[in-house]
């Protein structure tokens, strides 16, 4: 058997022992690597290193080839929208819901060298200072044990903190040399280990991977063939308790329903929770900032429409945001009306957020953003050919909305149209790398130097 077709069986063995997607353009350094490292362990033939890997669990083969074809970039408390989120929203719920019980088990996957646990530490030590009585999990896992070892140490550079707050980085680190140590006490919050999102099994109770609060697993997708997102997903549903949340990088799941999972659209982007069926029996307590409308979402378990949002629903100053724009609100412009419809998409009120969206193009019929997040609200309504239009019209009134692209990409990704997908990852990596390496892209919160780094791998 040839080169040539040992190279199709170990791109179909890698995407199902580790989930990684090899894409056409990526074969021949994938071919590259695989020879190296055939000759590396003595082997003479691709033949026999491919029957090297499936005859053994050959882990530390499987990290060096995530290791050749993955990103360890990460930064402490990366994607500051996300990190707001959790901060200002998520966590506050989280803990609220479990101050009876005490209990509070997050999980990093895919933690690459471990700011982002360590994130997760902080943000608990901020809000949750008394933790005498918890029982509190915080869990970073990642196939590259050397980026464990590294994350169990606790020392960083400067890069590490190039979004970092100041005061943040003096309180919970000191400087040795040229390496910031981080603080014992936070260090020994987080639990580190070497995990396969794909090939371990769980939800496993015998394991910590089990009842999880919140899972983060950013930037790990993007590298994976669909049938592996959809398997690793379905697993991290199961493992979350009730209520519980998954979050992931921008776009990540676009496409792929998960049974367990639901989506909420907020401000900083959409998160998913473990569907709440019957919040009696599940002991799911609801946070006070819940509203009764969004209880009875929860129950029904589908997104909200059109049509179940009026005016009867909704509370009595709603229909004044819309029908009564103010002469201050013109002189805005939409602006102040995209601010409201974030707003309301937040509390998952998406019909009033839609009219905000057309009420703010009313006022400036030639702005991008509300093209965008109407894109978003269809997302949530799994109405993608209507997201693809909107998405559409923002490309054509910004051509360098660099989001826009990324957002239509993953669509046509989800219609298995490749080559368009592909298309339209080439031109917002044009883009970016016309811009100042630093310089944000605010969707992403994420810098367009970072996402050019991304985008070249495609």
């Known amino acids: 058997m040839n080169d040539s077709s040992q190279l199709e069986e170990l791109v179909q063995l890698v995407a199902q022992r580790i989930g990684l997607r090899i894409t056409d353009d990526a074969r021949d350094r994938f071919l590259a690597i695989l020879r190296e490292r055939a000759a590396h362990l003595g082997y003479t033939s691709l033949k026999d290193y491919r029957t090297f890997l499936v005859g053994s669990p050959a882990i530390e083969e499987w990290e060096v080839l995530a290791r050749a074809f993955t990103s360890t970039e990460t930064f402490f408390f990366r994607d500051h929208g996300q990190f707001d989120l959790l901060r200002f929203h998520l966590m506050p719920e989280l803990i609220a819901q479990q101050s009876s019980a005490k209990t509070l088990r997050l999980w990093s996957a895919g933690c690459s060298s471990g700011e982002e646990a360590y994130s997760l530490a902080m943000l608990v030590d901020m809000l949750l200072p008394q933790r005498e009585g918890w029982n509190i999990l915080i869990l970073g896992t990642d196939i590259d044990s050397k980026a464990i070892a590294k994350a169990q140490r ?158 009867q629903t909704l509370p009595a100053h709603a229909g004044e945001i819309v029908e009564n724009i103010t002469p201050t609100q013109l002189c805005i412009g939409e602006e102040n009306l995209l601010k409201q419809a974030r707003i309301h998409a937040d509390r998952g009120e998406f019909a009033l957020a839609e009219r905000l969206c057309h009420k703010a193009l009313a006022v400036a019929p ?80 994420t810098t367009a130097g970072e996402l050019a780094q991304w985008l070249a791998q495609f």
């Open 154 to 311: 606790g020392r960083y550079g400067e890069w590490s903190f190039r979004m970092f707050p100041a005061e943040l980085q003096q309180r919970y680190f000191h400087l040795e040399g040229k390496q910031w140590i981080l603080e014992e006490r936070i260090r020994s919050m987080v639990t580190f280990r070497v995990s396969n999102l794909v090939s371990e099994p769980f939800p496993d109770s015998n394991s910590e991977l089990h009842d999880m609060a919140l899972i983060l697993c950013r930037n790990v997708f993007i590298y994976f063939e669909p049938a592996a997102v959809f398997a690793v997903a379905t697993k991290f549903a199961e493992t979350l308790r009730v209520g519980g949340y998954l979050l992931t990088a921008h776009t990540e799941l676009i496409g792929h329903s998960v049974l367990e999972l639901e989506s909420r659209l907020l401000a900083e982007g959409v998160v998913y929770r473990r569907r709440i069926r019957n919040p009696v029996e599940s002991g799911y307590i609801p946070h006070p900032s819940e509203t009764t409308g969004e209880m009875l979402r929860h129950l029904t378990m589908q997104p909200i429409n059109n049509s179940q949002v009026n005016k």
């Open 366 to 445: 030639l702005a991008a953003t509300p093209f965008f997040l109407l894109a978003q609200l269809a997302q949530v309504k799994e109405d993608f050919n209507q997201a693809k239009e909107s998405l559409n019209k923002a490309i054509y009134l910004d051509p360098g909305f660099v989001a826009a692209y990324l957002e239509l990409a993953a669509l046509y990704e989800r219609a298995n149209d490749n080559p368009r997908a592909l298309t339209l990852r080439h031109a917002a990596l044009g883009i970016v790398r016309t811009l100042p390496n630093n310089e944000l892209i605010e969707q992403y919160e």
